[in-house]
């Protein structure tokens, strides 16, 4: 039976709720900020002032991303890189967890203790780099995908989820004549969709947010990813200001040509976030439930 609430119970859900909106606003309020400044007229965003909608609504910095070839060509190489490299990873981590997760595996506590040494412990950039390069990865579109396959966090974490699953599932299976394979692609998987796509959110926003790879092991423009593009299209934005700033600072019917431009580094960076972030925010709120499902259960056992 359910006590009567107190005041002091009132005041504590009160302050808790304020707690709450005040972390709400401290996250949306900068993403509609950018969001204002990126569908704002940059010669009226440089006034200043612009704080939750634009005051002269414009598209051109989108207008001016997107009607570049090379963003839609190093958006294929990203989406390309984030489902390939998901639907390995899930792959080759599931095997080895659904390996690990049975006591009767010869070595298993060895394997264990083996895949936790690099959680602690790298080889460093430089190995990393020549590791690459002896591979053959160089330059190949496979370095976003295999180097990446296997995370030794995400082993753990569906290993507990797998540990956590009825051992009566896997025996009913082995007395119809199934073998291992044929358990975990057809009772395995099906069972473990919480836990699948909490380690599908973990690589994919990975990958989809990596830079370091496309800017180290990638030199070839058509194989370089979206955030490597983006961040040049600023870099080329930035210039352009630059340039103009000298010819307004030079003076002379030359500086007239800056005047008046609907974009500007700062509208076409937040627009560029935009770009970036956006696909990443359409999706999570449907796995959403899945994630916190499968860190909750993965979490609690082993």
């Not at 009567?4 to 009132?10: F, N, Q």
């Not at 390939?84 to 010869?106: E, K």
Request: net charge positive; proline share 5%; with cysteine.
């Amino acid at each position: 039976m359910v006590g009567k609430r107190t005041i002091s119970d009132h005041i504590l859900d009160g302050v808790i709720l304020l707690i709450m909106l005040l972390l709400i606003a401290s996250v949306l309020y900068p993403l509609l900020n950018a969001l204002a400044i990126s569908l704002n007229h940059a010669e009226d965003t440089a006034r200043g002032g612009i704080t939750l909608w634009p005051r002269v609504f414009a598209i051109e910095s989108y207008r001016s991303i997107f009607n570049n070839p090379i963003v839609w060509r190093a958006y294929g190489v990203t989406i390309y890189r984030t489902v390939v490299g998901t639907l390995g990873a899930l792959f080759a981590t599931g095997i080895i967890a659904f390996g690990l997760a049975h006591s009767n595996l010869v070595g298993r506590k060895f394997y264990a203790f083996f895949c936790l040494i690099p959680m602690y412990f790298g080889g460093g950039m430089i190995p990393m780099f020549l590791w690459i390069r002896q591979l053959g990865l160089f330059n190949n579109p496979l370095v976003f995908v295999v180097p990446f396959l296997i995370g030794m966090f995400n082993i753990i974490l569906m290993r507990t989820f797998f540990q956590s699953l009825p051992d009566s599932l896997e025996e009913s299976a082995k007395l119809d004549g199934a073998n291992y394979l044929q358990i975990f692609f057809k009772i395995i998987i099906p069972v473990s969709t919480p836990i699948f796509a909490t380690i599908a959110l973990f690589v994919g926003v990975g990958h989809w947010n990596d830079w370091f790879v496309g800017n180290v092991y990638i030199t070839r423009a058509e194989w370089r990813p979206m955030q490597n593009i983006l961040l040049s299209v600023i870099n080329e934005a930035r210039f352009a200001e630059q340039m103009a700033a000298l010819q307004a600072e030079f003076g002379g019917a030359a500086a007239l040509g800056g005047r008046g431009r609907p974009t500007n580094v700062r509208s076409i960076t937040m627009a560029t976030m935009f770009v970036t972030i956006a696909p990443v925010m359409v999706i999570y709120p449907f796995l959403q439930r899945y994630f916190i499902k499968g860190m909750m259960v993965g979490s609690i056992k082993g």
